[in-house]
Each structure stands twice: as C-alpha cells, then as structure tokens.
C-alpha cells in the first residue's frame, strides 16, 4: 500500500515519490511535526495553505492521553486531528532519550514514570507497533533505544543491540500491511556500529530505513560526516529519513547525502517564541528595531502572513501578549520550509542542486544553530 519511487538524481540526492493511502508525498520532504495530535497553533486548513504534504505525530504522547484506544474509537488519527494527507507516528524511541530522568530501560522495553501525572506506563516493540497500528498512521516506526552523544562504548553497543533486537519484534507485530513500517539505524557517530545496524536491520527488511540518534549533541560537522556513509548503507530503492533534524543547512547537507523525509519542531517551536525564518538569517520579533517596520517577514513568501501583516505588526502581537503573533510566525516558518524544500526539490531535477544557497544562504552556515535567534 505505500510505495516510493526515485524520479530523479543529482549525484546521491534523490527527487522521489512516496505513495500512501492518503496521497503522495514528493520527496524530499518536510514533515511538521504534531506531537499530540496537533500541528501547535495551527489548523490543518491553515497547514496544508503552506504546502504541508505528510506530518509526524507521537506515539509515547497519544498513548499517554487521550490512548490509542480513545484515537481508534474515534475513527483514527486521521479524522481524530482532521488532517486528511498521510501521517508518520514515531515510536516513541525519541522519548527513551529525551525523558531519560523519567524512565527504566531494559532489554525487553521502557518503563515511563509519566510527565504529566507520574503514572506508570509501559512502551516495548509489541505495545508501540500495536499502539501504531491502532492509531493508523501511514508509515510507522520500528521501537529504538536513541543513546546520547557523547556516549560510552558500552552504552552505545547495547543501545545498537536493543534496536536490533526489538526491530525484529516489531516486525513480527506488526499487523496492518496497509501500514509502512520502518526501522531505524542507531549507532551515534560510530561508522562500525551504525553499518552492523543497517546490516541487520536490511536482512529483516523493512519498508523504509531511518537515521536516528542524530542532533542529539553532535556538531554540524560530525552530523554530516556522519551521514553519507550512513545513507550509502541503506537499500537504494527505500526511503531513507533523518530524524528530528531540522536547521535548513543540515537539511540540505542531508539532501546531498541522499536523505528523503525530515522532521523537526524548529518551525513552530521557534514561531512560538519570536523567531521567524528567512532565506538570509533569522529574525527575531520582540526586536525593538521592527517597532516601525511596514515589511513583511519576506517581501517573496505567498504565506498569509507576508501578503497581510507587517514586521511592526507582529511584534505588537508578541509584547501585547496576543497569540495571533506565535500563530502568524509559524505559518511562516512552515511555509518558509516548505519553499526550501520545493527549491530543492527543483533543483535536483535540474541537477543543480549544489546552487541552493543563491537562493537560500541561510543554508551555508550563516545562521548556526548556536547563535539560533540572532539577527541576521
């Protein structure tokens, strides 16, 4: 039921097709990410005006509240969140790193002490591919261990081992065939361990193959050495997605790498708090410098927010308080990713992708993720 496609190359990036049972997906793509069930701030009518093909949402979080139950009792995730194009659900593997003060692993799953209230609740690869299955997203994710970076050799072997262990067992839970379901390739920046994950988890066979374990820690530079030789593991006729990355430099040096699908909360996180991204930096809106300015975020973006409302204006939106200026930003930066990806995508068709950054210098390292907020 989901298939991909290879259209066109520009050396080892890929311009594709990924075909689900809501709709195609042209890749590379930009997956916003809707943690609970919703893009924050945004409506799906609002999502799809900026160019949204397929989201991401959580299993760890769904599950949590309202549950897979209450989500399938009420027609799935689809109509649940009133998105009608294909979905990705994670796992929930993410949170085995980033709840790491809040959980217990051991080789046969995770116990979380939940955020919310401090329940007790329980993700092994049997629960998180059934939870998916019932949530009924169009590709789901294998159950990982993301290790940290840095991390020690011990840890970082047995967090490869637990990934191929329970990839297995997801596989042979796995119940829907109308599902996609993908592993994921863990192994921090050590070559050796990630290409003895992607060995193993090719000879179980999976729909699609994921990065993981990247942006959690590492620089810019050891994510892109990274890469490459990770990307050339994986089958050539899978997709192959980057997860949780999302700063528009990464993305293209990804794309280059031969990356598909990416996902991130960059966009709304940063619309949330001020930030709006643009082809040359970053702005940031509480700036005492836009007080008076009449232009746009970006006097070339067809968002709703560039064609109706100033840089003045939504600075007042921020001071006063108002929570149309979070909403009005990230649409933005939505519609902001959604036009690099579109760029890039054309650009591989015409084989000169390596011309991006005439376009969008933000892609060239003018804004690092450090100085992340700054004016450019």
């Not at 990924?18 to 916003?32: K, Q, S």
């Not at 840089?311 to 939505?334: D, K, Q, V, W």
């Amino acid at each position: 039921m989901v298939k991909f496609e290879v259209a066109q190359r520009d050396g080892v990036a890929r311009r594709g097709v990924l075909a689900t049972p809501h709709g195609r997906v042209e890749t590379p793509a930009f997956m916003p990410v809707g943690t609970a069930g919703s893009v924050k701030g945004v409506t799906p009518v609002q999502l799809v005006a900026t160019g949204a093909q397929m989201i991401l949402a959580n299993t760890y979080h769904l599950q949590l509240r309202p549950t897979a139950d209450v989500v399938h009792d009420l027609g799935g995730l689809h109509r649940f969140m009133g998105w009608d194009g294909p979905i990705l659900t994670d796992s929930g593997g993410y949170q085995v790193f980033s709840l790491g003060g809040i959980n217990r692993i051991t080789d046969e799953g995770v116990e979380f002490r939940s955020h919310v209230d401090g329940a007790s609740m329980r993700l092994d690869p049997k629960i998180a591919t059934e939870v998916q299955n019932k949530l009924g997203g169009d590709v789901i994710m294998a159950f990982d261990e993301c290790p940290p970076l840095p991390c020690d050799v011990e840890t970082l072997r047995n967090a490869v081992n637990r990934t191929i262990r329970w990839a297995r067992a997801c596989k042979d839970a796995h119940a829907r065939p109308d599902q996609a379901l993908f592993g994921i390739v863990q192994g921090g920046l050590d070559l050796g361990e990630r290409e003895r994950c992607a060995i193993a988890l090719t000879e179980i066979g999976f729909d699609g193959y994921a990065i993981g374990g990247l942006s959690v820690g590492e620089s810019h530079e050891e994510m892109v050495v990274t890469l490459g030789p990770v990307a050339e593991m994986l089958p050539a006729d899978r997709p192959r997605y980057l997860m949780g990355v999302g700063m528009p430099r990464d993305i293209v040096a990804a794309v280059q790498a031969g990356v598909d699908l990416f996902d991130c909360v960059l966009p709304t996180r940063n619309g949330r708090n001020s930030h709006a991204f643009t082809a040359t930096g970053i702005l940031r809106m509480r700036n005492e410098r836009h007080r008076l300015d009449a232009e746009p975020f970006e006097r070339d973006c067809d968002c709703e927010t560039c064609q109706r409302f100033s840089r003045g204006y939504i600075r007042h939106l921020f001071n006063a308080g108002e929570m149309l200026g979070p909403t009005l930003t990230s649409i933005h930066n939505l519609r902001f990713y959604q036009r690099l990806m579109s760029s890039i995508r054309d650009r591989i068709h015409d084989g000169r992708l390596d011309t991006v950054a005439d376009a969008y210098p933000i892609v060239s390292g003018a804004v690092e993720p450090d100085t992340l907020g700054k004016e450019a």
